[in-house]
C-alpha cells in the first residue's frame, strides 16, 4: 500500500499537479473525483494567498512551471465588478469588463462569477459551468470552474477561479443544483420558473445535464433540450435497456419521501452501447398538483477513474 501512495504522489509530482493538503480536505470531502478535488484545493489556496498578498500573489500566478500555471492548469481572476485583472492565457482579456459576456449558449458567464462575490460569507465559492475555447481549442468546450471570493488586505473583492474542460460531473453538482430548481418554483411559482428554466442558458444546467420537470402523468413540461417544443413528451410508458418503466420507477422511489436518486440503463447515443445513468429527483407539491423535478448523468467509469 505505502508503494501504490508513492506511485501515486510522483505521478502527480510528473503532472505538476499538488496533491489535496490536509487543510483543504474539509473542503474538499463532499466530492467523489480526485480532479475536482485537486482543483478546488488549487483555488483555495489561490484565494489564501490573494488574501496576504493582495495583486502581488498575481505575480506568484503567472510563474509557468510553478503549482499555479502548468499546461494541464491556470488562475484567472476577476475584480467585484466583473472585469479580468489576471488571465495568463489569455492576457488580452485584462482590462475588460466582461459581465456582459455570453456563452453559445446565452450563459452570463462573468456575471455568474460576480454573483460568488456578492455572498455574504468572506470565503464564499461555487460553480461556473458555461462554454468556453481554450488555448489549444478551435471551438468552445464544456468547461467547469471553481470561483472563490478572496478579500484582499486592502478591502478589494476578488473572485479566482480554474476550470477543467470536459470535467466529470459530481453527484453533489446535480443534487444542489435540482435541489435549487425546486426552490425556484417553489418561490416564483410554476409559470415563471418554468419559463426559466425551459431556457437553455439557465445557470443550473450542468454540463451536458438538464433540469426536467414532470408531471403527475409522466408529461415532460420542462426540457431545455426541447425548449420550444410545443406537444408534451409523455414518459410513463417509457422502458430502460433491461425493461424498466422509467416513470414507475420514479413515483415508486418517491412513494414515501420527497427526494431520492434512482438509476436506469439505456444505450449510448454514439456506440449504442448500454450504459448506466443516474438520476436524481425531487417531487413538489403545488396546490393540488404533484411534480418531478429531476437531473441526470452518466458517471465516469470504471472506478479507478475517480
Not at 484565494?47 to 506568484?60: H, V
Not at 426541447?226 to 422509467?246: A, F
Amino acid at each position: 500500500m505505502k508503494q501504490i501512495f508513492i506511485c501515486i504522489l510522483s505521478l502527480l509530482s510528473f503532472l505538476n499537479i499538488p496533491p489535496v493538503s490536509a487543510g483543504n480536505q474539509e473542503k474538499t470531502r463532499k466530492y467523489a473525483y480526485e480532479d475536482t478535488k485537486r482543483l478546488v484545493a488549487l483555488v483555495q489556496d489561490a484565494a489564501s494567498l490573494i488574501e496576504k498578498k493582495g495583486r502581488d500573489a498575481f505575480k506568484e500566478f503567472s510563474i509557468r512551471g510553478s503549482k499555479w500555471l502548468t499546461d494541464k492548469h491556470y488562475l484567472f481572476v476577476y475584480d467585484a465588478g466583473g472585469t479580468c485583472v489576471f488571465h495568463p492565457v489569455q492576457p488580452d482579456l485584462m482590462g475588460q469588463n466582461l459581465k456582459h459576456f455570453k456563452d453559445m449558449e446565452g450563459k452570463a458567464v462573468i456575471a455568474l462569477i460576480v454573483d460568488v462575490g456578492k455572498k455574504p460569507r468572506p470565503d464564499a465559492s461555487g460553480w461556473v459551468f458555461y462554454l468556453w475555447e481554450g488555448p489549444h481549442h478551435t471551438y468552445p468546450v464544456r468547461k467547469g470552474s471553481y470561483i472563490r471570493k478572496a478579500l484582499a488586505p486592502d478591502g478589494k473583492i476578488y473572485l479566482v477561479g480554474s476550470g477543467l474542460y470536459n470535467m466529470k460531473i459530481e453527484e453533489v453538482f446535480i443534487e444542489e443544483n435540482v435541489d435549487k430548481a425546486a426552490e425556484l418554483i417553489r418561490r416564483k411559482g410554476k409559470e415563471a420558473a418554468f419559463r426559466e428554466l425551459r431556457d437553455h442558458s439557465c445557470p443550473l444546467n450542468v454540463l451536458d445535464s438538464y433540469i426536467e420537470v414532470i408531471d403527475a402523468q409522466g408529461n415532460v413540461i420542462v426540457d431545455p433540450m426541447y425548449p420550444h417544443l410545443k406537444r408534451k413528451r409523455n414518459i410513463s410508458l417509457q422502458r430502460d435497456y433491461i425493461g424498466r418503466y422509467l416513470f414507475t420507477e420514479i413515483k415508486n422511489a418517491l412513494a414515501h419521501k420527497d427526494r431520492s436518486w434512482i438509476f436506469y440503463i439505456k444505450p449510448n447515443i454514439k456506440s449504442g452501447r448500454p450504459e448506466k445513468h443516474l438520476m436524481y429527483i425531487r417531487k413538489l407539491k403545488m396546490g393540488n398538483e404533484i411534480f418531478y423535478v429531476a437531473a441526470n448523468f452518466v458517471p465516469a467509469a470504471p472506478i479507478w477513474m475517480k
